[in-house]
Structure formats: structure tokens, C-alpha cells
């Protein structure tokens, strides 16, 4: 079956430590995005990734860092930099390598990060 | 730039309908209509494009007025497995990322 998988579902840190979430998908699809969830404020684009080796800034990139090494996997690391961590975290997936305007996104089931 | 979406929240008792509005201050070249059951991970809908026609699938259809910078979702004799929140996302050209509105929490209820 095709598709995406974040892990883990739940996920505990204390304050000042890195974390990195995990996102792979199976689709073969180019492109490849992070959100972050929080109530009230909708889906705002961390970081979006149009092709291996090469992303770009979302909105909210301060304190987040990733990499595109593979097609397949689209790791976030969330930095001590960042100052409020604790929120849901989505990745999703596109087909092709436009940064959006006719294609489907495909989101994970999701990781929710809870900094202590 | 996000889009804002109207109403915040709406309760419905099955067999109502329902409009969620979806505008934005610049021109836009695509639509896009999720729906996301608390806890889970948002569910494509439909994508309206610039010069395109109105869509639906069953019950649930969406527009798009170019002129006005807005779309709106029409959900006709609701279901409960309506419930969740919807969210429009905004394309402005070929190249840029879609932008998410805040999205709409719609209870329907027996």
C-alpha cells in the first residue's frame, strides 16, 4: 500500500533538546512538505522540498531545520532554537515538482510533539 | 497571504446544508478543499482552478469566483460523518506553496 508514514505518533522532549521527526513516503511523488498544527491557526508550511537535495523556507522556518537526501524521506529536526516546539506536526506529499498549484497534497497521520 | 474562512464554526442537525466561504486579498490560480477529523491527518477534498468549472462529488460541490478572489464549499443534506474541520488552501501563481486558511469546525449532530 502506498503512502505516507510519520513516526512516532507521540513524542516527548524536554526543553533545550533537538528532536527529529521522521516522514517517508512510497508514492514517488517529488515533492514533499512540514507543517505544523496548532488550534486555531490552521496549517502553516514549515519547510517544502520541490526536489532531493534542495528546499525552501515556509513561513515558519525559524528554530526547524530539514534535509532532502533521498526522494523518499523528508526528516524535520526541531531545534532549541524554537521557541514554543509543542504542537502537530504534518508532512505531506505532492506528485509533482510545482510547489502546489494544481496538485494534490497527501498528508502523514501525523506526530504530535510535546515539550516538557 | 492566508486566507480567511467564514464562519469559524457551525453546528448543523442532519439533512441541513451548509456554505463555507473561502476569500482571499490577492488573485488566485487554485483552490483547495481539505477536511480533517480531530486528530487526524487532512483528507483531500476538490481543486478548483483558475478558469475552471465548479466541482462536486455527492453532496459536497465548491465554486470559484475569480472576479471576487473567493471560493465557497457546499455541503447539502449533511451527514455526521460531515463532522470535522475544513480548511481551503490558496495557490497564487504556477510556483508558490499552497497557504492554508484556519479552517472551519462543522458539528453535525442528530
Known amino acids: 500500500d502506498g503512502g505516507i508514514t510519520q513516526s512516532p505518533k507521540y513524542l516527548f522532549r524536554k526543553e533545550g533538546q533537538n528532536v527529529t521527526l521522521s516522514c517517508e513516503q512510497n508514492?514517488?511523488?517529488?515533492?514533499m512538505y512540514w507543517y505544523r498544527q496548532d488550534p486555531g491557526q490552521g496549517l502553516r508550511l514549515i519547510y517544502y522540498?520541490?526536489?532531493?537535495?534542495?528546499?525552501q523556507k515556509g513561513d515558519i522556518a525559524e528554530g526547524y531545520s530539514v534535509s532532502r537526501e533521498k526522494k523518499e524521506s523528508f526528516p524535520l529536526t526541531v531545534t532549541s532554537a524554537q521557541k514554543n516546539p509543542t504542537a502537530f506536526y504534518l508532512c505531506?506529499?505532492?506528485?509533482?515538482?510545482?510547489?502546489?498549484?494544481?496538485?494534490?497534497?497527501?498528508f502523514g497521520p501525523g506526530t504530535r510533539l510535546t515539550v516538557l | 497571504q492566508q486566507p480567511v474562512q467564514s464562519p469559524q464554526a457551525v453546528i448543523l442537525r442532519e439533512g441541513e446544508d451548509a456554505v463555507i466561504n473561502c476569500s482571499s486579498s490577492?488573485?488566485?490560480?487554485?483552490v483547495h478543499w481539505y477536511r480533517q477529523k480531530h486528530g487526524e491527518a487532512p483528507v483531500f477534498l476538490m481543486i478548483?482552478?483558475?478558469?475552471?468549472e465548479q466541482k462536486g462529488h455527492e453532496k459536497i460541490s465548491a465554486s470559484f469566483n475569480e472576479k471576487k478572489q473567493q471560493s465557497s464549499l457546499y455541503l447539502t443534506a449533511s451527514q455526521l460523518s460531515y463532522s470535522g474541520t475544513y480548511f481551503c488552501?490558496?495557490?497564487?501563481?504556477?510556483?508558490?506553496?499552497?497557504?492554508f486558511g484556519k479552517g472551519t469546525r462543522l458539528s453535525v449532530i442528530a
Open positions: 488552501g490558496t495557490v497564487h501563481s504556477g510556483n508558490t506553496p499552497l497557504v
Open positions: 490577492k488573485a488566485l490560480y487554485s
Open positions: 508514492l514517488n511523488h517529488d515533492a
Open positions: 522540498s520541490q526536489i532531493v537535495n534542495d528546499f
Open positions: 505531506a506529499s505532492s506528485i509533482s515538482s510545482g510547489a502546489g498549484g494544481i496538485d494534490t497534497q497527501y
Open positions: 478548483l482552478l483558475k478558469g475552471g
